[in-house]
């Protein structure tokens, strides 16, 4: 499969928990979205990366959310103390910028986090 | 910010009736112009996409129009079958680079 890939599936953490996520983008992009989409919501934006440079970070990021994409390839995001109002589906996503199709965000299949 | 109204969040259709989906945003300078479609539990997928120089595109059974001086875009399904049954969500991209997302329309195609 050479799709974005995400890990774990499903996570459940008690509040207060830290938690970290794994994405793989496709191989070739570039470029590394993380959005947040609560149920019945379009996905949010929480940031993105060029390589390994983070470009920006939605305002309403809490600095509880850290996002690194080392050596530009795959990304983590993490959540510090987790509260019940974190609980959502995290998506994954990647372009590649520069080419002709730039704009075309591939989405993985998420993580799914609760927070119990 | 870029601000993305999208109309009905619900929309139920007969099979072989068409469907049409309308988005609306808030900046000019937005230049591409996407729909995804997710089934339940899966990834959001790209059915289909525009850019502000174009006014319509079409590709087998959906089409998307632009509107640009109403800021407006609509996704438009012919012949609908059940599996066309899913949530559809459009994005919009302005001056940075990232997509903005509407609400969502939940359509159901019934047999």
């Known amino acids: 499969d050479t799709g974005v890939s995400q890990n774990p599936r499903h996570k459940i953490t008690k509040r207060g928990q830290n938690v970290t996520f794994r994405c793989d983008p496709i191989?070739?992009?570039?470029?590394l979205y993380w959005y947040r989409q609560t149920l019945g919501q379009g996905p949010e934006f929480l940031t993105y990366f060029q390589n390994e440079a983070q470009l920006e970070k939605s305002r309403l990021l809490s600095d509880r959310f850290s996002a690194e994409r080392p050596k530009g390839s795959f990304s983590t995001l993490e959540i510090q103390r987790t509260e019940q109002g974190d609980s959502a589906m995290y998506l994954c996503a990647s372009s590649r910028y520069g080419s002709s199709t730039n704009e075309k965000l591939f989405f993985g299949s998420g993580t799914q986090l609760s927070v119990l | 910010g870029e601000n993305v109204e999208q109309h009905p969040s619900t929309l139920s259709v007969q099979e072989g009736d068409s469907a049409v989906i309308k988005c609306t945003y808030s900046?000019?300078?937005?230049?591409?112009f996407p729909w995804y479609k997710q089934e339940l539990g899966k990834r959001p997928q790209l059915i289909i996409d525009i850019r502000s120089n174009v006014g319509e595109k079409k590709d087998q059974r959906i089409a998307v129009t632009l509107n640009k001086t109403a800021k407006h875009f609509s996704l438009h399904i012919t012949e609908t079958q059940p599996e066309d049954s899913a949530v559809y969500f459009c994005a919009v991209k302005a001056a940075g680079n990232k997509l903005t997302f509407g609400g969502g329309t939940r359509v159901l195609v019934k047999p």
């Open positions: 191989s070739e992009h570039n470029r």
């Open positions: 900046d000019s300078a937005s230049n591409y």
